[in-house]
């Protein structure tokens, strides 16, 4: 299984400078690729635009800085790019063109991992360039970790504080998946996830917390800056805080998420994890966020479902579970007593059944629905006596039935 390992980088001011400088020209090739196919033109293929880099070239002298292998590396992202554009348009569906990378954003610069070299804990990055005519030298940055041992493609990236990472993609082996035990999740926004198992044991999983204090400080510090100047210091400053503020918070958020998919692909003992396929505009419809309108932009924006379920994906797939994505519709409304069906908005925690009583959280509610129309998936076994087919083992007693009828009529004949 391929994944991928972060490791944060010591980058001194110098080839600092360089990175900033080839993500630079790597960009600007981008937009201008981006602007011309917005003006009109045809894209070529990803092959025939790569064999223009040389009149490239020509125009801007300053690309000659940039190692040869980055530069060719942004028309394989455009094409992917334009190929997703294409495979959208022919599909039906609304398409989104490539965009413009924004100056602010840095623009991911990706290494093969056949070009690159590390000396104990120092990764050295090449630059364009060779002997004289090289403007800048070779970066050499510093790895706070260990980095594997076979890597593929290596991808350069900083955050909002400044910092400089190197993601390292490597081959992992996978455990194998033994049949087991089934534990079903229903996913909320209370708590990130509500589960029980075959024994009735119910799970907790809580989710990032400090989501609306964080809004609530983003919000503050936006405020500010629309009363200033575009473009004045004052408004340069409120923006890099409001970066920082906003990165700290994804970082958190990034963090609870990990842990909570880490503890279910890894720690729980149940081999088979089932989650509905809920979508996040079915918790926010208009009757719902015109009371509360925090909770709309907490499902759109802090609740990270579609990020849980693609951590949770490959942290089963890696450890060797099993992962159903399975149909939860109606699972909250539904009894899981007697499958009585009634209105739950979600204001209502708390499943109340007028027909047989039954009180329960609707998140545990819901995981025992879920984990019921799962089992019932399976098949339950038929006895051989309450129905006409016969089972595997009474197939083998018929078998050897009609080959001991047949041994005795031929030994008659003989």
Not at 50 to 55: A, G
Not at 253 to 270: M, T
Not at 305 to 320: A, E, H, S, V
Request: aromatic share 10%.
């Amino acid at each position: 299984m391929l994944v991928c390992q972060k490791i944060k980088l010591e980058v001194s001011q110098s080839d600092a400078a360089t990175l900033e400088f080839m993500q630079g020209k790597c960009r600007g090739l981008y937009n201008w690729w981006v602007m011309k196919l917005k003006n009109g033109a045809k894209w070529p293929g990803t092959l025939s635009a790569k064999k223009t880099l040389t009149e490239s070239r020509k125009h801007d002298p300053e690309l000659n800085g940039v190692y040869n292998k980055l530069l060719q590396k942004v028309y394989f992202r455009l094409g992917a790019a334009m190929d997703a554009f294409f495979k959208w348009c022919q599909a039906g569906e609304k398409p989104g063109f490539p965009r413009v990378r924004p100056r602010h954003s840095f623009f991911t610069l990706c290494y093969p991992g056949s070009y690159l070299t590390v000396e104990h804990t120092v990764l050295i990055l090449p630059t364009g360039g060779r002997g004289k005519h090289k403007p800048y030298p070779d970066v050499r940055a510093r790895l706070t970790e260990e980095a594997p041992t076979a890597f593929g493609e290596v991808a350069i990236s900083r955050d909002a504080r400044g910092n400089y990472f190197a993601s390292f993609s490597h081959q992992r082996q996978e455990q194998v998946f033994e049949p087991s035990e089934v534990v079903a999740f229903d996913l909320g926004i209370k708590t990130l996830a509500v589960g029980t198992n075959e024994h009735s044991r119910v799970y907790h999983i809580g989710g990032f917390k400090g989501s609306r204090w964080y809004n609530k400080q983003l919000d503050k510090i936006r405020s500010k800056r629309d009363k200033c100047k575009k473009r004045s210091r004052r408004y340069k400053y409120l923006s890099n805080v409001y970066k920082r503020v906003s990165e700290k918070k994804r970082n958190k958020q990034h963090d609870s998420l990990h842990k909570a998919s880490h503890l279910i692909g890894h720690k729980l003992v149940e081999r088979t994890v089932v989650v509905g396929d809920l979508s996040q505009r079915q918790m926010a419809t208009s009757k719902h966020h015109e009371k509360n309108k925090y909770r709309n932009r907490a499902v759109y924006n802090d609740w990270g479902l579609y990020t849980f379920i693609q951590m949770l994906t490959y942290k089963c797939l890696l450890y060797g579970k099993e992962l159903v994505i399975l149909d939860e519709r109606n699972t909250s409304k539904m009894c899981s007593g007697c499958e009585h069906l009634q209105d739950m908005p979600l204001w209502k925690r708390t499943y109340r059944c007028p027909k047989c009583g039954l009180v329960m959280d609707r998140d545990e509610n819901s995981a025992i629905n879920i984990l019921t129309r799962f089992l019932a998936r399976r098949g339950p076994y038929t006895p051989s006596g309450e129905c006409g087919v016969l089972q595997d083992g009474s197939l083998e007693v018929a078998s050897t039935g009609l080959a001991q009828d047949a041994e005795v009529q031929q030994r008659e004949l003989w």
